[in-house]
């Protein structure tokens, strides 16, 4: 069982954070349930920074509640970050020391005994297989090393809850996929995931369960699959058009889609079978430059609630 308020680890009730006249954070509520994973799944400017470092105890609350393991950051902020891992947006290792220098030296702030961050550094270099370069310095690194030398870091006192934000930003696709694999073992022995991300594909394979932030504010919350079936369709139609795109597409798919979406580059069509729509649509003459039927994702939530795609 968790602490507090209803056992959640992470409880926040009308959680607001302002910056001068600028609300970042207005009026959130979720709870953080021990071992899930739970993302905040927004664009930039959403407001998912300033929340986690509200939760982190880096940054003030404004008003509304949040406790962290039952504890009140602006009095335990001290307590509470002993039991947090934190991976920040930029990575903040240190430079001139080494890859295993960076573990040992963080481990320090916890007050943990030499002896025990030695083992305890060569157990998470090894996690993160970084063992080969733990005498390297941590500048020639790529990114994708960078990040998962924070990762190990971050979990050096053991924390009960990982706080993550954009934990993959800036990575190729090789090197988040890395990332990923870590954060699902992690998961999978009992460590709570708490991230932020403005990629819906990280959301979907990481999050058991999200909410989704736009300017400030909660717009919708549930399992990536819940969210999906609440919000899209089945299948989605993307079209592409050369110059010869028609002024009103809709008048055309009239009847055959449940729901069209205008971008500036393609025309997405929500419906329940892709196939038979694309098939109605070569029916009635329209001919697009290229047609592709995919399953509905997170963006696609995203798209209904706000109009507005995640990535800007």
Not at 122 to 127: K, Q, T, W
Not at 134 to 144: F, M
Not at 292 to 297: E, G
Request: charge should be negative; charged fraction near 30%.
């Amino acid at each position: 069982m968790g602490d507090g308020n209803g056992h959640s680890l992470v409880h926040a009730r009308g959680l607001v954070k302002r910056f001068g006249e600028l609300v970042a954070v207005d009026a959130v509520d979720f709870d953080l349930e021990r071992g899930e994973a739970f993302g905040f799944l927004g664009p930039n400017g959403a407001g998912k920074t300033s929340t986690m470092r509200m939760i982190g105890c880096v940054s003030p609350v404004t008003g509304g509640t949040l406790r962290v393991f039952g504890l009140d950051p602006a009095r335990d902020g001290v307590a509470i970050r002993g039991r947090l891992g934190v991976v920040p947006q930029q990575d903040s290792l240190d430079m001139d020391l080494t890859v295993r220098e960076n573990i040992v030296v963080y481990g320090r702030y916890f007050g943990l005994p030499r002896s025990t961050l030695r083992r305890r550094a060569d157990e998470l270099l090894e996690f993160v297989e970084l063992s080969e370069r733990a005498g390297d310095r941590v500048e020639p690194l790529s990114g994708g090393m960078k990040r998962r030398l924070t990762i190990a870091r971050s979990l050096v006192n053991d924390p009960e809850v990982l706080l993550l934000d954009e934990p993959t930003t800036g990575l190729d696709p090789q090197a988040r996929h890395v990332v990923w694999d870590r954060l699902y073992r992690l998961k999978r022995q009992g460590v709570t995931l708490l991230l932020t991300t403005h990629y819906m594909d990280e959301a979907e394979q990481l999050c058991d369960r999200l909410v989704v932030m736009d300017k400030g504010r909660i717009v919708a919350d549930g399992s990536p699959r819940d969210l999906i079936d609440r919000y899209s369709t089945r299948e989605v139609v993307e079209l592409r058009f050369d110059e010869t795109r028609p002024t009103d597409v809709s008048a055309w798919v009239d009847g055959l889609v449940s729901r069209v979406e205008s971008l500036p580059d393609r025309v997405l069509l929500y419906t329940d079978d892709g196939d038979a729509a694309a098939h109605g649509l070569h029916e009635r003459g329209l001919v697009p430059e290229s047609v592709l039927v995919r399953r509905s994702t997170l963006e696609d939530v995203f798209l209904h609630l706000t109009g507005r795609s995640l990535i800007e």
